[in-house]
């Protein structure tokens, strides 16, 4: 960190969390180098450790899944890209339904998400015990 903040800088992003420090990284690949990340503590010292690892793809529109989609493909890319480790590593994830209700809602939704391109299954209680004995 520098003890003292330059006089003048072109842009001045407040907040080192994910959103902070995703504009200062956008602004620098679009070749704006004149950037300050001002944090009062640490890089994602906020609310953002909480959700560590949680990138789910599927949004309620197009859009915004597509804004997932592109920052899980960042996510994997970065470490080549900056050198610096992000212990990123996409796993997937399994919803379970506990009613029929559920169930046909999760079924919906699988649907809309093949529709966004992403790759999604829907397992039956003995596919996903076979996948994960106990």
């Known amino acids: 960190m520098s003890a003292s903040l330059p006089a003048r800088v072109e842009v001045v992003v407040i907040g080192g969390g994910i959103v902070g420090c995703s504009i200062a990284y956008h602004l620098a690949k679009l070749g704006i ?9 640490s890089l994602t010292c906020g609310t953002t450790w909480h959700a560590a690892g949680l990138v789910g793809q599927l949004r ?5 899944t597509e804004l997932a989609k592109y920052t899980a493909d960042l996510l994997r890319e970065l470490e080549a890209e900056t050198g610096q480790a992000t212990g990123y590593r996409q796993n997937g994830s399994i919803g379970v339904a506990l009613n029929a209700e559920r169930f046909e809602e999760m079924k919906r939704g699988a649907s809309m ?17 076979d996948r994960y004995p106990p």
Do not use: K, Q
């Not at 180098?33 to 503590?41: N, P, Y």
């Not at 309620?60 to 915004?64: F, I, P, V």
């Not at 966004?116 to 209680?125: D, M």
């Open 33 to 41: 180098s004149d950037v300050v990340l001002l944090e009062r503590r």
């Open 60 to 64: 309620a529109t197009r859009n915004l």
């Open 113 to 129: 998400a093949r529709s966004f391109g992403l790759e999604v299954e829907v397992l039956s209680p003995r596919e996903v015990m």
